[in-house]
C-alpha cells in the first residue's frame, strides 16, 4: 500500500448533485443488502434531475458507462439495478448501486482535508489487487480507485467525474 497510489472518484462539484432530489424508499437507505435487485426511484416533485457518472448522497449511484468501466477492473463485483425517474421531465436515468470492496477509516479525527475534501485518510492494510473501494468514515463513505483505474476512467471522457488524488495511511490497529 505504501507505493501505490489512490484517487478519489466523486462527482463533479461544478454539476449539480441529484442525491438530494431523489426519494429513496427506506429499505434502499437501510442498506445495499436490503434493497431489491431492480429498484425505480423517483425524483421529488419540482426537482431536476441531471445526467451524471456518479450519484453520492446518501447512496452512492454508479451510470452505467462507469459501471461498464469499472467491471473491466472488478467484474465480479455485484450490483444492483436503479432506474431514477423524472415525471416531470418525462426522463429516466439508469444507474447501478455497487457492492464495492468496504474499508474502514481507523481513525477519522486524524482525517486531513483541503478545501472541505478529504485528502488523507488512515486505513487498513489495502491489498494491491483491490482496484476499487469504498473508506467508510462517520455516515459517509468516498469511492477510491487505484492509479491505473483512475487514468483508465479519466480517458473515457464520463460526464461529471472529477478524481483526485488522496493519500492513504495504513493504520496500527
Known amino acids: 500500500m505504501a507505493n501505490m497510489k489512490y484517487f478519489?472518484?466523486?462527482?463533479?462539484?461544478?454539476?449539480?448533485?441529484?442525491?438530494?432530489?431523489?426519494?429513496?424508499?427506506?429499505?434502499?437507505?437501510?442498506?445495499?443488502?436490503?434493497?431489491?435487485?431492480?429498484?425505480?426511484?423517483?425524483?421529488k416533485q419540482g426537482s431536476q434531475i441531471s445526467?451524471?457518472?456518479l450519484i453520492e448522497h446518501p447512496i452512492l449511484l454508479i451510470s452505467e458507462p462507469l459501471r461498464k468501466a469499472i467491471t473491466r477492473f472488478i467484474p465480479n463485483v455485484g450490483y444492483k439495478s436503479i432506474v431514477v425517474m423524472d415525471l416531470e421531465q418525462q426522463s429516466?436515468?439508469?444507474?447501478?448501486?455497487?457492492?464495492?470492496?468496504?474499508?474502514?477509516?481507523?481513525?477519522?479525527?486524524?482525517?486531513?482535508?483541503?478545501?472541505?475534501?478529504?485528502?488523507?485518510?488512515?486505513?487498513?492494510?489495502?491489498?494491491?489487487?483491490?482496484?476499487?473501494?469504498?473508506?467508510?468514515?462517520?455516515?459517509?463513505?468516498?469511492?477510491?480507485?487505484?492509479?491505473?483505474?483512475?487514468?483508465?476512467?479519466?480517458?473515457t471522457g464520463l460526464y461529471s467525474l472529477n478524481v483526485r488524488p488522496i493519500q492513504l495511511t495504513r493504520g496500527d490497529g
Open 51 to 53: 445526467p451524471s457518472s
Open 92 to 155: 429516466q436515468f439508469y444507474y447501478s448501486w455497487m457492492d464495492f470492496l468496504e474499508i474502514p477509516c481507523l481513525m477519522p479525527e486524524r482525517m486531513e482535508a483541503e478545501n472541505g475534501r478529504i485528502s488523507k485518510m488512515v486505513v487498513e492494510d489495502v491489498s494491491e489487487d483491490a482496484a476499487i473501494f469504498q473508506i467508510s468514515y462517520y455516515r459517509s463513505r468516498v469511492l477510491v480507485a487505484r492509479i491505473d483505474v483512475a487514468e483508465c476512467l479519466l480517458r
Open 8 to 43: 478519489v472518484l466523486e462527482h463533479d462539484r461544478r454539476s449539480p448533485a441529484n442525491g438530494a432530489n431523489i426519494n429513496f424508499p427506506d429499505r434502499m437507505l437501510q442498506g445495499y443488502s436490503h434493497a431489491e435487485e431492480q429498484e425505480i426511484v423517483y425524483a
